[in-house]
């Protein structure tokens, strides 16, 4: 299973990746579209702008003035590629901005006949140079003329090439810097609780543990730290009632005259008093998990075995009368022992109580 | 009830997956790719400017023999240029769309260059019909036969106009008396008002141009009113509207006013058959530019015919015939 941090940096991961990739996928999406909008502009600056100047002078055929007014607007430093003028009812090439003469294919270009205001994308041409864009607008409504510009695209999406790689080895550094956080920040993130997990797997260890400076690292974790202590403290508490508890007992059966001892169904002792250790002449601690074949002869052994068996058929206590010889000093004693079968709370049989 | 549920790692993934579909969907509803198609070319291929003059004979009377339009059904319309061609132009073309659809004709504006002649155009036949003031048409009526169609109609529904003679408020010429010896502008060599009537004026006050100091063509009657504005001229004969206009402002007083004459009018050549002039004038008749046509025509007010127009009669322009000839300027007569 992922680790919380592993997770942390997982999800910073993918949406750090998607918005880096949805934002270069929408600044090139919107360079293009400012590209597309931005020629237009350019276009349409151009055709306002020189109209006035072009006006008259188309009207007086002044096509020297013109012409070098059109050269003087076409440079290298600039996506614009040519600039002529159209004018008459046949739409003819009147003056252009061409120094080494105009290409065929304006010549013999049939252009539209535009109702609209406007500037109008009207053709795109793929030559040598590039792709060109064809833009045109009517100087003035009844005049038959119209102001050509042809804008190198292949110039500008070249540009446009340039920015974008940029904007991609920014975008890759950002997120490269967004995973690099991420991966600290997840670790930082994640620390206190892999510590807690650590200090409890100690615990369960039995080691020692230091909680203490957890509380410092984060609300939840303080949380997390101080009732996982309220819960080794009530189980201190809780062991330490139990232990009181059964030296309270231990205490009350050594102090006991009678012999006390407790087998299970197999015969094996589970418990007894110190009084019973005097019997067989042995400490509790190596009576328990002994049977009485191991202190007695075989014949009584299975007396007293007999006995047991008879008490947990009845299912009640069963007294008998034995003479019993204590190993400690041989001497003899005629007891009454009452052996009663014994159930747990859930009421599966756990041995025989002898007394 | 299972406390425990397997994490949905999937869930992860489609979100993704949405995400671009999002995208994607976005970028494709924002394309805007138009339809053009790309034409391959060769840009080696260059003409020189003498090829190019060759070439373009070539395609225009390729592209005449193509043209499925009647030639015999287009007409160009010339005008006096009266304020700049893009405002001209506006003013007219509308003016135009009219008589388009009143006739079934085609009209198209010509523009006459600086160095040319409404009047040479009207008789050469690169315009049919033309809008032009009296001085105008009766040089095109001495030299080329044209016709006056209809006259012009003021805001007052006269069409007549007049000139003023304009000088600076604080100027010490009070008549048209005290202008010898003073400097006088005049608007446009070829205008009625701006030229034509404001020596009318003179002569009728036995006043010769030897007279002024000085005299000068500003070329329009805005230039003409500014001259004597800036103090470059003392006097000003121009049109009366203008000259109003002036007045209202304070800019300017009026010391003299010519009597009226004709209107300018829209004129027809000799080349025009006859039944198209008459569904011409027809419709020019018919034009009501503070009526029914009103729509779509831009500060039609501003022109010299803002009530439309009325039949000219060959009689309207007797008196200012006999003047142009007595002053020299008309070269022939018919």
């Known amino acids: 299973m992922m680790t919380i941090s592993n997770r942390i940096f997982l999800l910073i991961l993918i949406t750090t990746s998607l918005s880096t990739l949805a934002n270069f996928i929408l600044t090139q999406h919107q360079s293009m579209s400012l590209h597309h909008d931005s020629e237009k502009i350019l276009a349409r600056t151009l055709v306002r702008s020189l109209r006035d100047a072009l006006i008259q002078d188309v009207i007086n055929d002044n096509q020297l003035r013109i012409t070098n007014l059109l050269k003087s607007l076409k440079s290298h430093?600039?996506?614009?590629?040519?600039?002529?003028?159209?004018?008459?009812?046949?739409?003819?090439?009147?003056?252009?901005?061409?120094?080494?003469?105009?290409?065929?294919?304006?010549?013999?270009?049939?252009?539209?006949?535009?109702?609209?205001?406007?500037?109008h994308l009207v053709h795109k041409y793929q030559t040598e140079h590039g792709l060109i864009y064809d833009y045109s607008e009517t100087l003035l409504t009844g005049l038959d003329a119209s102001l050509h510009i042809g804008i190198n695209q292949t110039k500008i999406i070249e540009q446009l090439k340039k920015n974008n790689q940029y904007i991609l080895t920014i975008s890759i550094i950002i997120l490269l810097s967004a995973l690099l956080i991420a991966f600290l920040l997840g670790r930082q993130v994640s620390k206190p609780l892999t510590q807690f997990v650590h200090q409890i797997k100690l615990y369960g260890q039995g080691n020692i543990i230091k909680l203490n400076k957890l509380k410092n690292t984060s609300p939840e974790i303080k949380q997390l730290t101080t009732a996982f202590q309220c819960a080794i403290v009530e189980r201190q508490q809780a062991e330490s009632s139990l232990k009181s508890s059964e030296a309270r007992l231990r205490g009350l059966l050594n102090t006991l005259p009678d012999l006390v001892w407790l087998k299970d169904k197999n015969g094996i002792f589970l418990s007894c008093n110190a009084k019973f250790g005097t019997f067989y002449g042995a400490k509790e601690v190596n009576i328990i998990g002994k049977t009485d074949y191991d202190f007695v002869s075989k014949d009584i052994a299975d007396v007293f075995r007999k006995n047991d068996k008879a008490a947990e058929a009845l299912g009640q206590p069963r007294t008998n009368e034995e003479q019993l010889t204590y190993a400690s000093d041989g001497h003899k004693e005629w007891v009454e022992t009452i052996k009663a079968p014994m159930y747990e709370l859930n009421g599966d049989y756990i041995g025989v109580l002898g007394i | 009830m299972r406390l425990h549920r397997k994490p949905n790692y999937c869930s992860g993934g489609k979100a993704t997956l949405l995400v671009l579909l999002i995208l994607s969907l976005l970028l494709i509803s924002c394309d805007s790719s138009d339809n053009i198609p790309i034409q391959q070319v060769d840009s080696s291929d260059r003409l020189s400017d003498n090829d190019l003059q060759l070439e373009n004979k070539k395609i225009q009377s390729l592209r005449q023999e193509n043209s499925k339009l009647p030639q015999h059904n287009n007409f160009y319309f010339g005008f006096d240029?009266?304020?700049?061609?893009?405002?001209?132009?506006?003013?007219?073309?509308?003016?135009?769309?009219?008589?388009?659809?009143?006739?079934?004709?085609?009209?198209?504006?010509?523009?006459?260059?600086?160095?040319?002649?409404?009047?040479?155009?009207?008789?050469?036949?690169?315009?049919?019909?033309?809008?032009?003031?009296?001085?105008?048409?009766?040089?095109?009526?001495?030299?080329?036969?044209?016709?006056?169609?209809?006259?012009?109609?003021?805001?007052?529904?006269?069409?007549?106009?007049?000139?003023f003679f304009i000088v600076k408020p604080n100027s010490h010429i009070l008549s048209i008396k005290d202008i010898k010896g003073h400097t006088l502008a005049f608007g446009n060599r070829n205008s009625t008002q701006g030229h034509l009537i404001p020596r009318i004026i003179l002569s009728e006050n036995g006043i010769s141009l030897d007279d002024l100091s000085s005299y000068s063509y500003t070329g329009s009657h805005q230039n003409c009113a500014e001259s004597v504005v800036s103090g470059q001229s003392d006097v000003c004969g121009l049109q009366d509207k203008l000259a109003k206009n002036l007045v209202t402002?304070?800019?300017?007083?009026?010391?003299?006013?010519?009597?009226?004459?004709?209107?300018?009018?829209?004129?027809?050549?000799?080349?025009?058959?006859?039944?198209?002039?008459?569904?011409?004038?027809?419709?020019?008749?018919?034009?009501?530019?503070?009526?029914?046509?009103?729509?779509?025509?831009?500060?039609?007010?501003?022109?010299?015919?803002?009530?439309?127009?009325?039949?000219?009669?060959?009689?309207?322009?007797?008196?200012?015939?006999?003047?142009?000839?007595?002053?020299?300027?008309?070269?022939?007569?018919?």
């Open chain 1, 77 to 119: 430093d600039n996506p614009i590629e040519y600039l002529y003028i159209t004018k008459g009812i046949h739409n003819t090439v009147f003056a252009h901005s061409f120094e080494k003469g105009i290409p065929r294919f304006l010549v013999h270009s049939n252009n539209p006949a535009i109702k609209q205001s406007g500037v």
């Open chain 2, 81 to 163: 240029l009266r304020s700049s061609p893009q405002e001209d132009a506006a003013q007219y073309q509308p003016f135009l769309n009219y008589l388009e659809s009143a006739t079934g004709y085609q009209f198209k504006l010509h523009f006459t260059p600086l160095n040319g002649s409404t009047v040479d155009d009207l008789g050469q036949n690169k315009t049919q019909f033309a809008a032009m003031g009296a001085d105008s048409f009766l040089k095109a009526q001495s030299l080329y036969g044209a016709k006056s169609l209809v006259r012009g109609l003021n805001l007052q529904g006269k069409a007549e106009y007049r000139s």
């Open chain 2, 249 to 334: 402002q304070g800019i300017v007083n009026i010391i003299h006013s010519s009597h009226y004459y004709p209107s300018s009018g829209i004129v027809v050549n000799q080349f025009v058959p006859a039944d198209v002039i008459a569904k011409v004038k027809q419709a020019l008749i018919d034009f009501k530019p503070q009526g029914e046509h009103h729509t779509g025509l831009y500060h039609w007010d501003k022109t010299e015919m803002p009530n439309g127009f009325i039949a000219a009669k060959e009689s309207d322009y007797t008196e200012l015939r006999q003047w142009s000839i007595r002053l020299g300027f008309l070269e022939k007569v018919h």
